[in-house]
Nanobody, 124 residues
């Protein structure tokens, strides 16, 4: 079992920055990949970024490349999503997820455990 708790969401103006955190507990954190997804109202859940268990491999959605950075601190059992140059279209609930098979993929069904989400709102 893996428990995930997101934090760091909030309201920010367009062009601003936020850093999301996701604290994990349960299984050894360094044994699985992590991902971030987001879901806007009346929309499908969308892949944002993923990182391998070691942190050496990452994967990003085209819509966030160059603006968002995923990272992890295995000593703190935490994965981060640094979001810069935020746009109103980034407004969504952001979820972290754990992939026990370490695939670093973009398909939500690849992920085994999910957090409850944190709201990010970007005003224009």
């Amino acid at each position: 079992q893996v428990q995930l708790v997101e934090s760091g969401g909030g309201l920010v103006q367009a062009g601003g920055s936020l850093r999301l955190s996701c604290a994990a507990s349960g299984r050894t954190f360094s044994s699985y990949a992590m991902g971030w997804f987001r879901q806007a109202p009346v929309a499908e859940r969308e892949f944002v970024a993923a990182i391998s268990r070691t942190g050496l491999s990452t994967n990003y959605a085209d819509s966030v490349k160059g603006r968002f950075t995923i990272s992890r601190d295995n000593a703190k059992n935490t994965v981060y999503l640094q979001m810069n140059s935020l746009k109103p279209e980034d407004t969504a609930v952001y979820y972290c997820a754990a992939d026990l098979s370490n695939r670093v993929g973009s398909w939500h069904a690849s992920y085994d455990y999910w957090g409850q989400g944190t709201q990010v709102t970007v005003s224009s």
